[in-house]
C-alpha cells in the first residue's frame, strides 16, 4: 500500500501580501500576550506567516515599527475617553485609559515612556493636555510646562508599571513581599518612620499610588492657575 504524499509545506506570504496595517496588528496582539519580543522581525514572521525579512519592505527598521504601534496604543487611549468631560475630567479619563493600555501591552508602554511617537495620535494627546490646562486658566509657558508635567509624568508611571510585568512572577513576587518581610524587620533605631508606618507601607496599592499622583498634578495646576488669576 503506496504511502499519501505530505502535506504541501505552507509558503511564507511575501512582502507583498503584508501590510503596515497587519503588521501593526500582529505586533500589537505579541504584546498583549505579555511578550517582550513584540518588535524582533523572527517572531513577527511567526505571528504573521510570512518571510521576517518582509517585514523590513513596510517598515524601515524596527523603530520606525515600534513608533507606529505605539501611535496605535495611543489611539486606544483616545478612544476611551468619553466626550463633554471638563478639564479635570479629561485628565482623569486620560490617565485611567493611559494605565490600562500600558497594562495591556506592557512591552509597548515600558519602551514608550522614554519615547516619542511624533506621530498623528500622539499630537491629539498633546493637544487634549494643552487643552485641559488652558481651560484651566493657563497659558503661554505655563500652560507649556504643566503640559509637560501631565505628560511626562503619565509616562513615567505607567511605563514603570508596564515594565515591571515584564518581570518573571517570582521576582515581582519577592518585590512585593518585601513590605512584609526586609521592611518589617529592619532596625526600629536606625529606621524610626519606616518602624511606626510599616504597617501602612504594606497596605498600599497601585490604583492608591496613581490616584494620589493624578489628583496632585491636577492640584498643582489648579494652583498655578489660582496664582495667575491672583497676579
Known amino acids: 500500500m503506496s504511502k499519501s504524499p505530505a502535506p504541501p509545506a505552507r509558503s511564507k506570504r511575501a512582502g507583498s501580501q503584508l501590510t503596515p496595517e497587519a503588521i501593526i496588528e500582529a505586533s500589537l496582539r505579541i504584546a498583549a500576550r505579555g511578550s517582550a519580543d513584540a518588535f524582533t522581525v523572527r517572531r513577527l514572521g511567526e505571528e504573521l506567516g510570512a518571510d521576517p525579512t518582509a517585514i523590513y519592505r513596510h517598515f524601515r527598521d524596527k523603530d520606525e515599527l515600534l513608533l507606529s504601534v505605539a501611535d496605535r496604543t495611543l489611539g486606544e487611549v ?6 463633554g468631560l471638563d478639564w479635570k475630567g479629561r485628565l ?65 508611571y505607567v511605563g514603570q508599571r508596564a515594565a515591571y510585568l515584564l518581570f518573571d512572577p517570582e521576582v515581582r513576587a519577592a518585590d512585593e513581599s518585601s513590605w512584609t518581610r526586609e521592611y518589617r524587620l ?36 489648579e494652583q498655578q492657575a489660582e496664582g495667575v488669576r491672583g497676579a
Request: aromatic share 4%; glycine share 6%.
Open 186 to 221: 529592619v532596625d526600629a533605631h536606625g529606621f524610626p518612620h519606616i518602624t511606626r508606618l510599616g504597617q501602612q507601607l504594606a497596605e498600599v496599592t497601585h490604583d492608591q499610588i496613581f490616584h494620589a499622583r493624578v489628583e496632585a498634578l491636577i492640584t498643582a495646576i
Open 78 to 83: 483616545l478612544d476611551s475617553i468619553p466626550p
Open 92 to 156: 482623569r479619563a486620560l490617565a485611567d485609559a493611559s494605565l490600562a493600555v500600558a497594562l495591556k501591552y506592557p512591552a509597548v508602554s515600558s519602551i514608550m515612556a522614554s519615547r516619542t511617537t511624533r506621530r498623528s495620535n500622539e499630537f491629539r494627546v498633546v493637544e487634549l493636555i494643552l487643552g485641559a490646562v488652558t481651560e484651566a486658566g493657563l497659558d503661554g509657558a505655563d500652560a507649556a510646562v504643566h503640559y509637560r508635567m501631565v505628560g511626562d509624568s503619565l509616562l513615567a
